[in-house]
């Protein structure tokens, strides 16, 4: 068990729709980062937050956004779904960035499938 | 841009048979190169950190070392349970802590 925790673990939804995908990191950790697994495409970083703000940003649609509570719990927002959004979308955690280098630990994912 | 190449892309030992998996990387700056490993329909489980060339370590039966240019992962006298997907990831000492994946080898162990 990393200790990221992520619900829901499975969601089904149509195209169109709407989701949101929640993360709570390790205990200690203030940088939450997004990630996206497809079968074709492997894991792709989506976006970055640190201590509630933007660090940094990946391949992310304009579909998508995410955002950092004060409490360090992420949420990630799909709007307008479309068949290829189904993947696994994992959250990870880190304490911050230091000059040797960053652990990050991963949740467990939530699989979203759009039909 | 941060490049990862993983090779090979999938590899099937008998029980006890070691080998090795290459994790080829081009990065402006390492900050570190990350070892994962992953079973199906799982998070990333984290192995190894390196950040520096001649850097080994060691877990099990797992042995990840460090080049300027690549990284190997080591798995001596392999067991069915090591089967699984192992990723392989750096970020890079200019801009933000994300981690720029390779596409994994698909190891698999034969009993």
């Known amino acids: 068990d990393s200790g990221v925790t992520q619900t829901p673990k499975h969601l089904i939804t149509a195209t169109g729709q709407r989701v949101t995908l929640r993360c709570s990191p390790r205990s200690g950790d203030l940088s939450v980062y997004w990630y996206q697994q497809s079968l074709d495409q492997g894991l792709q970083f989506l976006i970055q937050?640190?201590?509630?703000?933007?660090?940094a940003k990946g391949n992310i649609l304009e579909r998508f956004s995410a955002q950092q509570f004060p409490d360090l719990h992420s949420e990630l927002n799909l709007s307008s779904l479309e068949l290829g959004d189904s993947a696994l979308y994992f959250c990870?955690?880190?304490?911050?960035?230091?000059?040797?280098?960053?652990?990050?630990?991963f949740g467990e994912g939530s699989w979203l499938t759009v039909v | 841009e941060d490049q990862v190449t993983q090779s090979p892309e999938a590899l099937r030992l008998q029980e006890g048979e070691s080998s090795s998996l290459n994790c080829s990387y081009t990065v402006s700056g390492l900050r570190g190169l990350f070892w994962y490993r992953q079973d199906p329909g799982k998070g990333p489980e984290f192995l190894f950190t390196?950040?520096?060339a001649g850097e080994e370590k060691e877990k099990e039966r797992l042995k990840a070392t460090l080049t300027k240019k690549e990284s190997f992962l080591h798995i001596t006298a392999p067991k069915p349970e090591d089967s699984a997907t192992y990723l392989c990831a750096v970020t890079s000492n200019f801009g933000n802590e994300k981690l720029t994946f390779g596409t994994g080898t698909r190891l698999t162990i034969i009993p």
């Open positions: 937050y640190y201590n509630g703000e933007e660090r």
């Open positions: 390196l950040y520096s």
């Open positions: 990870a955690s880190s304490v911050a960035a230091t000059r040797t280098g960053n652990t990050i630990y």
